[in-house]
């Protein structure tokens, strides 16, 4: 037993190194070596343009869904009027950025690992290498950038989807009063909560794309290793984003303390 938890921890720590090393590429790479632009921007569009639709779905009926729910219980004790600010506490602070990043890590990360890996398998990126071109440069960094720009930019949209599905749900069709809806609303919403919000999905992207791209860089094995990469970088970073919002509430709520 003890070898086996030595085993697994020395498997994580050695994980841990490899993505931090990873990550110490890239960052070099955006300082000292050329950023393609051409590159950059189509990445921007695959992961940020394309990821769109699921994004806007997902925001909108989490709100929907959300006020609905709030408000068949605080009916019961006439507080319906709130249903509005406590969603949009809820969307901007945690589901919003967290359901975000999971649908992101579904479809882009799975997406990065196979692309990045099946040029690993049939030896392109030995290519790039012979070359003279650096994987990480031309592979990579695009990638980082555009997660970077784009994660932040899908999780506000979703949130203010998800607000306009709040007060359609609770004012259009469940008749909340909409004065003190949206008085409730301006009053308990800040922009505290819009940049919360801003800081988890950068670092829920980057968690995406360093996973990914970590999965892609050492997948092996042929057809079976780019079977299980994707696979894999969605299944560790949809952990490693719900852990890390967890101990990013309690980091933001120091930074950002509330006080209404």
């Not at 086996?4 to 498997?11: D, E, K, N, P, S």
């Not at 099946?118 to 071109?133: H, I, S």
């Not at 409730?184 to 505290?192: D, R």
Request: glycine share 6%; hydrophobic share 55%.
């Amino acid at each position: 037993m003890i070898t086996a938890l030595g085993r697994t921890v020395i498997t994580f720590l050695n994980y841990l190194g490899e993505v931090a090393r990873l990550a110490e590429e890239i960052v070099h790479s955006v300082f000292v070596s050329k950023i393609r632009w051409r590159l950059l921007l189509q990445q921007i569009y695959e992961i940020g343009t394309r990821s769109q639709l699921v994004v806007m779905v997902t925001g909108a009926f989490t709100g929907a869904v959300f006020a609905a729910q709030l408000f068949f219980q605080l009916r019961n004790f006439s507080m319906e009027t709130t249903v509005g600010s406590v969603t949009a506490v809820a969307i901007f602070r945690e589901l919003g950025p967290a359901l975000s990043a999971l649908m992101v890590a579904g479809r882009v990360g799975a997406a990065i690992a196979a692309e990045i890996g099946t040029m690993k398998v049939t030896e392109q990126v030995d290519a790039l290498r012979a070359l003279g071109v650096h994987p990480v440069d031309y592979l990579v960094v695009p990638r980082a950038l555009a997660m970077m720009i784009s994660m932040p930019l899908l999780v506000l949209e979703a949130c203010m989807l998800a607000l306009v599905a709040c007060y359609l749900v609770s004012v259009q069709t469940l008749g909340v009063a909409e004065a003190p809806f949206l008085r409730n609303l301006e009053h308990w919403v800040g922009l505290e909560d819009i940049y919360k919000a801003i800081i988890k999905a950068f670092v829920f992207g980057v968690i995406i794309v360093l996973v990914a791209c970590h999965q892609g860089l050492k997948t092996s094995n042929g057809a079976a290793g780019v079977g299980r990469a994707p696979t894999e970088a969605v299944v560790i970073s949809s952990l490693s984003i719900l852990v890390s919002n967890f101990v990013l509430t309690f980091a933001l709520e120091v930074l950002f303390p509330v006080d209404k």
